[in-house]
């Protein structure tokens, strides 16, 4: 299944298709495309993935990323990337995995090799000088609001 059409979505409005009826669509579109492939699988032609198959992962990232800038450095990346989604892949629902439990965090400088999967929470605020970089049985709570001084000169506080 194919779309051929290189007008933007913006102009599709102007043909009088409802964007509701275009969703419905493409929702059709997805559910054939699954009855295709599971076809196929049938017939031989590819093999079903299970998420607890490292090896077989493994091979299809890697394959995946050798088309990518980074294909020298798959032999590297496929392993944090299968064990990543090893890691969020709930058994109570076998065939979804929530990828927004993943989260790839870019810094500057280093290499590709400095790269590393972290099981739990990555803060990138730095301690300042004179305190503890590391500190034991540390309580921590979690606010989805910005912690850091403002820079817009009103002087604004933050009381907790």
Not at 30 to 59: F, N, P, S, Y
């Amino acid at each position: 299944l194919a779309v051929s059409d290189e007008r933007p979505v913006s102009t599709q409005s102007t043909w009088g298709i409802h964007p509701n009826r275009i969703c419905d669509s493409w929702s059709k579109a997805q559910i054939e495309c699954e009855k295709v492939l599971e076809k196929a699988v049938k017939k031989g032609m590819g093999k079903m993935v299970r998420l607890d198959d490292t090896a077989m992962l493994q091979q299809a990232v890697r394959t995946c990323l050798n088309s990518k800038v980074v294909s020298q450095h798959s032999h590297f990346l496929a392993p944090i990337a299968v064990k990543a989604v090893q890691m969020v892949y709930d058994k109570s629902l076998p065939d979804n995995v929530d990828l927004r439990n993943i989260r790839v965090i870019e810094s500057l400088g280093g290499t590709i090799e400095d790269s590393e999967l972290v099981d739990g929470i990555v803060f990138n605020q730095h301690s300042h000088s004179g305190q503890n970089s590391r500190q034991e049985n540390a309580k921590i709570g979690l606010a989805q609001f910005q912690l850091s001084a403002t820079q817009n000169g009103y002087g604004d506080k933050i009381s907790l």
